[in-house]
């Protein structure tokens, strides 16, 4: 049998060999044909051209041996459309990139339009706000507060309050620092000038990146199953995850995994179906905690993952239902040889293990800027080693803020989404004052530190909470770097220790012990007194920290000197903080070592007891107050 790539030169070669026939019968015959005979005959030659050619194509884009014809047709032809379609979207986008003001404003009045009879608009005044000058002078910047009654009332089936169409989704928001949001999204808005369409789009930008235009290797989106549910209303409700489920048939996993909602089940198959196939050309994570636990999945579970691999079985020990388990048992097959091949490269340990395993894996997509660079690059330092990552898209359940910079090679860097909502800017010093600096987009200026925000399907002059900082602009567009969530900060006095600088301070760290930081996160001593005996007299920082495993399993064991470290960095970098520290207000932070799996176990707390927080969207919380949790990392202590 051959393989699925050799088939395809085989009949790219009959292709061209028919077409061949047919241009020299066509040209010795040409006297005697008709022109109906010489109209089909061309047909035919076109054809079985662009059959040679497609063909051809494929064959040269070496597909996986674990292509079947269909995965491979579809692969390729859905990479082929998005290719051409983010083309043209690509370049509307420039076109439209040198007048910021005029793409900003086209955007603007089609919500500001389409929202001017709703019980918001009217509360708002749009039908008086005819251009962006209005919109700027008048509108208040809103938190959720002011937009909740109106959603909340959308949510118990009232029409007409924040859209005029009929909701289809109502995405929650992952509230692992404090309650749900809700976010109402109806269809008119998703496909309308086909906005929402177009950022799908700017997506497939990363594809370029993980080289999956010019390869047909295969794509494995790693991704636990969400749950959604219903309003009383009859509305489909979840986490924004929910509404994007796309999972064509050429990904690695069969879909029936993506049904899978529990961690370790899913992670196990995603692993699974992963080894069976040594022909991986991109790895989807979404977030370097994803990939972390990927990993570590691998590193702990590989023996029975090789026993199943070598059967073609499934882990009786594996919680699944039992509908799904039948599903997939039909996918399974022994494979002994690829056993043997795993087991051989596992011997030899963890370093580099995703390109050893996988030596044709060109990309790593997920988020790895601001405050989740500690965990990638831990990552980096590891399992992932050489893996270039790539970072697709800065998004939230409000919408899709910016898009992979292509040009960019260290994959910080976003370009905002201005085709499709408007942005406007707080200083990021000005994001606690009662009523804070609103700057437009025409003047943010390279360097600052800004807090979004935003004008999109589902929200209006909304402070998003993101903050981003400014690197340079493409044509009028600026570009930037995501930072951290705002109302992430540490304060014992007036210090107010944002996420961006803490994490700063931590990497700088990290660096000089050379640890790998797998998860952290920190507190006030108020907090921490609250489940254990204070740790010295006065007022301090408790830094929680999770570092990864040496090749033998073996937990690495930070001494007293590197703990100082993070200290001692935090002192040299941060001013105020200094201050308070050299006259002694605030005490030396204290940091505390925690067993590999603490913060999982801090994970599966939080999500189990907020059942509208999906695991997919969870972000481990960089300041931890509640007592219950901290009591969860506590416990696991590395004495
Ligand atoms: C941008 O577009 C607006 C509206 O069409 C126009 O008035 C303005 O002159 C344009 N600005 C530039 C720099 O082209
Ligand atoms: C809307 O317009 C009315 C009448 O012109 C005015 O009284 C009201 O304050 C305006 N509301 C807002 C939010 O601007
Ligand atoms: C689904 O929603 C109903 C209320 O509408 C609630 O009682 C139920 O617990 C929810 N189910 C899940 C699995 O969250
Ligand atoms: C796999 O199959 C072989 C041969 O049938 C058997 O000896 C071995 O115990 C099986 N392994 C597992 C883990 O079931
Ligand atoms: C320490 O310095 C800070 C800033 O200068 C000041 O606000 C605080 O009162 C000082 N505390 C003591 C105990 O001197």
């Known amino acids: ?58 064959y040269r884009k070496r597909p996986a041996k674990s292509h079947t014809w269909r995965t491979v047709l579809l692969q390729y032809t859905l990479t082929q459309i998005f290719r051409v379609f983010g083309y043209f979207s690509l ?41 962006r000058e209005d919109f700027l002078k008048l509108h208040p ?21 924040i859209t005029p169409f009929d909701p289809f989704y109502i995405a929650f928001t992952s509230g692992t620092t404090g309650k749900n949001k809700a976010f109402v999204y109806t269809k008119e808005m998703f496909a309308k000038p086909s906005k929402m369409f177009k950022a799908l789009l700017f997506m ?68 699974l179906f992963a080894l069976k196939d040594p022909e991986i050309g991109a790895f989807d994570f979404s977030f370097p905690s994803v990939a972390t636990r990927f990993c570590q999945t691998l590193e702990h579970q590989w023996p029975q993952l090789c026993d199943d691999i070598e059967n073609g079985t499934l882990n009786t020990d594996l919680d699944i239902p039992e509908d799904i388990r039948e599903k997939l048992q039909t996918d399974m097959r022994a494979d002994p040889q690829r056993a043997v091949e795993v087991r051989q490269i596992i011997r030899r340990g963890f370093d580099g293990i995703v390109r050893r395993l996988w030596p044709e894996c060109n990309a790593a997509l997920m988020l790895s800027s601001g405050s989740l660079l500690p965990e990638a690059e831990g990552l980096k330092k590891h399992y992932l080693k ?20 292509p040009g960019d090679n260290s994959q910080t860097r976003f370009i905002m989404t201005t085709s499709i909502n408007h942005f406007d800017f707080i200083p990021v010093e000005e994001t ?110 408790v830094l929680f920290m999770e570092l990864s495993e040496k090749a033998n399993k073996e937990q690495v064991r930070m001494t007293s000197q590197q703990k100082q470290m993070f200290e001692d960095v935090l002192y040299q970098e941060h001013e105020v903080y200094r201050m308070l520290r050299d006259n002694g207000s605030i005490l030396p932070m204290k940091v505390i070592q925690v067993k590999t799996g603490a913060f999982n176990a801090l994970k599966d707390a939080i999500v189990e007891s907020n059942p509208r927080t ?26």
């Not at 200026?445 to 340079?472: F, P």
């Not at 012990?513 to 921490?528: L, Q, S």
Request: charged share 20%; aromatic share 14%.
């Open 432 to 541: 606690d004052k009662p009523s804070p600096r609103v700057v437009p987009i025409e003047e943010v200026q390279i360097g600052q530190c800004y807090e979004l925000v935003i004008t999109t399907a589902v929200a209006v002059r909304y402070r998003q909470g993101d903050v981003v900082k400014i690197v340079d602009f493409h044509n009028q567009v600026p570009v930037y770097e995501f930072q951290y969530r705002l109302g992430q900060m540490l304060n014992l006095y007036w210090e107010k220790m944002t996420e961006g600088a803490f994490v700063h301070a931590l990497r700088g760290a990290a660096k000089r012990i050379d640890v790998d930081i797998v998860e952290y996160t920190a507190t006030e001593n108020v907090n921490f007194e609250a489940i254990a005996d204070a740790l010295q007299k006065g007022r301090h920082y």
């Open 91 to 131: 370049r509307n986008f420039e076109t439209a990139s040198k007048n910021i003001s005029k793409m900003q404003e086209d955007v603007l009045m089609f919500y500001i339009r389409t929202l001017e009879n709703t019980e918001f608009g009217k509360k708002h005044n749009y039908s008086q706000m005819r251009t």
């Open 1 to 58: 049998m051959l393989f699925t790539g050799t088939q395809f030169l085989v009949i790219s070669q009959v292709f061209t060999a028919a077409t061949l026939y047919q241009v020299i019968n066509f040209y010795q015959n040409w006297k005697d044909t008709s022109a109906w005979q010489a109209a089909f005959r061309g047909l035919v030659v076109f054809l079985t051209g662009a059959g040679g050619l497609v063909t051809y194509d494929i």
């Open 141 to 161: 910047v809103l938190s959720y507060a002011d937009l909740k009654p109106y959603i909340d009332k959308t949510v118990a089936g009232e029409k007409n309050q």
């Open 386 to 405: 050489d893996v270039p990552f790539c970072n697709p898209v800065h998004a939230a359940t409000e919408g899709f803020f910016g898009f992979c910079d």
């Open 614 to 639: 999906s695991r997919l969207q969870y972000k481990t919380p960089r300041v931890l107050r509640a007592p219950d949790r901290l009591r969860i990392l506590w416990d696991s202590r590395l004495s």
């Open 204 to 271: 497939t930008l990363s594809f370029k990146r993980a080289g999956l235009w010019d390869g047909l290797k295969r794509y494995h989106l790693v991704r636990i199953g969400v749950k959604t549910n219903f309003t009383d209303s009859g509305i489909i409700t979840g986490p924004i995850a929910g509404m994007y489920e796309f999972f064509p048939g050429y990904l690695v996993s069969p879909r029936v995994v993506y049904d899978v909602a529990t961690e370790n089940e899913a992670h196990y198959l995603h692993v």
